[in-house]
């Protein structure tokens, strides 16, 4: 088993700016791929960020240049650092990890952490 707990959440200005982290824990040797997804009240889930273990990334469109996500293989640590916050950023931010390479659809992923929110007011 996986565990992941994420931080870093919070609110902020639009315009702002936030750094997620997400610690993993358990059979991390087991994982080759990581994501963040959001949810925002009555929209469904998501997917914002995708890395894998060699550190190819893929973003949705609505973030790219904004968003960024990276990885401390030492720490077993994710990061999304969230830049230039808009309004439509807010939301409960979900880390989740994944056995295969080149996950980026929910059904991907095997471990999803409890989330973090995040609030970007105008």
């Known amino acids: 088993q996986v565990q992941l707990v994420e931080s870093g959440g919070g609110s902020v200005q639009a315009g702002g700016s936030l750094r997620l982290s997400c610690a993993a824990s358990g059979y991390t040797y087991s994982i080759n791929c990581m994501g963040w997804f959001r949810q925002a009240p009555g929209k469904e889930r998501e997917g914002v960020a995708f890395i894998d273990a060699n550190g190819a990334t893929r973003y949705a469109d609505s973030v790219k240049g904004r968003l960024t996500i990276s990885q401390d293989n030492a720490k077993n640590t994710l990061y999304l650092q969230m830049n230039s916050l808009k309004p439509e950023d807010t939301a409960m931010y979900y880390c989740a990890a ?17 989330g973090t929110q995040v609030t970007a007011s105008s």
């Open 98 to 114: 994944a056995r295969i390479f080149g996950c980026w659809h929910p059904r991907h992923f095997n471990y999803w952490g409890q």
